[in-house]
């Protein structure tokens, strides 16, 4: 007798160990998550179905108890049937002539949804035996659980736990109410005739109904009871988190192997943000898109990121195009960086003199926006006032090449529409989208360079190189803090600028404080005008007001570098008192001094602290400017040294007592 049990018992070994086992690492949702690990936006698996991994650590332990309670009270002692409850069940269907009660465990339960089996036949219930047992020889018990957390149905496309407590409560399962808990135990056993949406009836009846067996049980104490069967029951499926939709659209297409992003994004901000985005799109016409980036300049963490008002085509908006990586005319917006190179080459101070009247460059005659001209002004009120004959004529100085050089250090990718660089990329005659101007401005605030802008939580930032030094990018600053706000907005609180591209089809504001800055677009995603359509009408109020989102108050400017030149036009070194071009201003005195080394266009080792210039001619003393900021002072000698200007292009110039002047550009490697 003891032979023939252990006979058998080593034939049911080999049976259960003779099973085919259906794969248990089941297609999930890719997710896509802000820097707490709130989910933005999840996309379906094949067939359209919300399938969210669940973890055991992320469910509620109310839930885990009242679930195998009531599923399957023997689930941590049995090997994957429970002999007793299949008994109890096969005595009542024979006294009641039908089934009362099921037998099936949690084991077998998630056998069945594996494999996507019947429970009806005996040839289905047989199969389910045999997978579970097999199940509990390969998996532990927490995999199982989590299997059934994964797999089990609740109604229309929904699969699992999470997918259920999104849709039908809008929350993540580890705050499950008791109510709650009890609707979701229920749902699974009758998922479609127990559709709260559909069946609110039959899904509170079969919720209270394991609510009373928890009391019983002592799961849950009476009065808690009590209050849950008077709970509301969902009456509507809740539409999955869209947060973010083109930058999750983004991240997902350049890791498709991957199942979950974590992004640097902000959900609250970013949920605060597109309502007002789309607000503003409504207001200036059916056809009109929208877009924002708001960047921590300190770190380069991109906080929100919305591409268009809404992730359709409503109203013809073509919402499905990410404007935030469009490339368009960025208008006026590159023209702080301008005034920026032309500080560092000595060209001008802010409070320079410069001549906005006509003039002409070949073929090419520059006006200004509003066709008039105001004779000599400031370049502070020339960049605030954003004319761009001034700018024209700096860019001239500068060449245009310098201009995309110093975009590309930013980290921009700025393209022209053919052809070498023109002076019209002052004017916005050049490529580039809204997230590469954040970065521009960016690195503006952080002094000339900083972390270049990252979305990935877990990535390291970038390193861009400098484009303007400190003292250009704080004489900056302070002349864009100094533009008039619109109405109701703090005055001196915000470095921003406006912009419009040609034919009204761009309107951009962006700006920064000490510590964050935000990029706004509005425009139409095909590129066609909005007439009427400006800058400082459309994008500078939403900029203040995204601003506004984001914290309740700005956070101050830096304080000006210890080298930063702050003094009116009186006071300047004669030739940055008033702008001349650069052929006029060598056209000097025969004694006018002349720096003899290096030479103009000299490739210089970087090696030592300090570098040797010499002078022939002009009156002692001499002033030596490297980069705009005076490094040398009261020099009677005809040769001396200078502090190193550091890596890259320099441009000196050497001052005499008599203020005429001379000046070379050398590059230090």
Do not use: C
């Not at 941590?76 to 465990?105: E, F, K």
């Not at 289905?124 to 035996?129: D, N």
């Not at 960049?383 to 024209?392: A, E, F, G, H, R």
């Not at 990018?473 to 619109?486: R, T």
Request: net charge positive.
């Amino acid at each position: 007798m003891l032979f023939a049990a252990a006979a058998l018992r080593d034939h049911v070994d080999a049976w259960i160990d003779a099973t085919d086992l259906p794969p248990t690492l089941a297609d999930t949702s890719v997710e896509i998550r802000d820097r707490t690990g709130k989910l933005l936006r999840a996309y379906t698996v094949g067939d359209g179905i919300w399938r969210l991994a669940p973890t055991l650590s992320a469910v509620g332990d109310t839930f885990l108890a009242m679930l195998v309670r009531y599923e399957d009270k023997r689930f941590w002692q049995h090997h994957g049937i429970d002999p007793l409850a299949m008994s109890r069940a096969a005595a009542q269907a024979v006294w009641n002539g039908r089934t009362i009660s099921g037998g099936s465990t949690l084991t077998m339960q998630v056998a069945r949804l594996i494999e996507d089996g019947s429970t009806g036949k005996w040839a289905g219930k047989l199969r389910q035996i045999r997978l579970a047992l097999a199940l509990e020889r390969h998996l532990t018990k927490d995999q199982i659980l989590t299997l059934y957390l994964t797999h089990a149905p609740y109604g229309g496309n929904l699969e699992g736990i999470r997918a259920a407590t999104l849709a039908w409560l809008g929350k993540e399962p580890h705050r499950l109410t008791p109510a709650e808990s009890a609707l979701l135990v229920a749902l699974p056993q009758s998922p479609e005739a127990r559709r709260p949406d559909r069946h609110p009836e039959r899904a509170k009846a079969a919720r209270d109904r394991v609510l009373t067996r928890m009391a019983g049980a002592e799961i849950l104490p009476q009065h808690q009871v009590r209050s849950a069967q008077h709970a509301r029951i969902p009456r509507h499926i809740r539409p999955f988190p869209q947060l973010a939709a083109h930058l999750a659209d983004r991240v997902r297409g350049s890791s498709p192997d991957k199942q979950r992003h974590d992004l640097t994004i902000d959900a609250h901000l970013q949920a605060s943000l597109e309502p007002i985005l789309a607000q503003a799109a409504r207001r200036s016409g059916s056809r009109t898109s929208a877009a924002l980036v708001v960047a921590d300049h300190q770190t380069g963490e991109i906080l929100a990121s919305i591409g268009s008002p809404s992730y359709d085509n409503a109203q013809g908006r073509q919402g499905f195009v990410d404007m935030t990586q469009a490339i368009r005319s960025p208008g006026s917006t590159l023209k702080p960086l301008i005034y920026g190179l032309a500080f560092d080459q000595g060209l001008v101070h802010p409070e320079t003199l410069i001549h906005d009247g006509p003039v002409q460059f070949g073929r090419y005659a520059p006006r200004n926006f509003d066709g008039q001209f105001r004779g000599d002004i400031r370049v502070r009120e020339a960049l605030q006032n954003s004319l761009n004959i001034p700018v024209i004529k700096l860019t001239n100085e500068l060449g245009p090449a310098r201009i995309m050089d110093a975009l590309s250090r930013t980290g921009a990718d700025a393209r022209l529409p053919g052809g070498a660089p023109g002076l019209a990329i002052a004017l916005g005659g050049v490529g580039i989208n809204l997230q590469d101007l954040v970065q521009l401005y960016a690195a503006l605030a952080q002094g000339g360079h900083g972390h270049g802008l990252r979305t990935r939580l877990h990535d390291e930032a970038p390193h861009t190189n400098r484009a303007i030094s400190d003292v250009a990018a704080w004489h900056v600053g302070d002349i864009l803090a100094g533009l008039a706000p619109p109405p109701g907005a703090p005055r001196g609180a915000l470095a921003y600028k406006t912009g419009t591209s040609y034919g009204h089809r761009d309107a951009w504001a962006i700006g920064y404080d000490g510590r964050h800055v935000i990029g706004v677009w509005l425009g139409r995603a095909d590129g066609t005008p909005v007439p009427g359509a400006f800058g400082g009408d459309l994008a500078a109020p939403l900029l203040f007001r995204a601003f506004g989102r984001l914290k309740p108050d700005f956070e101050p400017l830096p304080p000006p570098p210890p080298a930063t030149l702050i003094m009116g036009a009186a006071g300047l070194p004669q030739p940055l008192q008033r702008f001349r071009p650069r052929g006029a201003r060598f056209t000097e005195a025969p004694d006018a001094p002349k720096l003899l080394f290096p030479p103009d266009g000299a490739i210089l080792d970087r090696a030592g602290e300090t570098v040797t210039l010499k002078v022939r001619g002009g009156r002692a003393p001499f002033l030596v400017l490297a980069n705009g900021q005076p490094v040398a002072k009261g020099q009677r000698r005809s040769e001396f040294d200078i502090p190193n200007p550091g890596t890259g292009y320099s441009t000196l110039v050497i001052v005499d007592g008599a203020g005429q002047s001379d000046r070379v550009t050398v590059r230090l490697d």
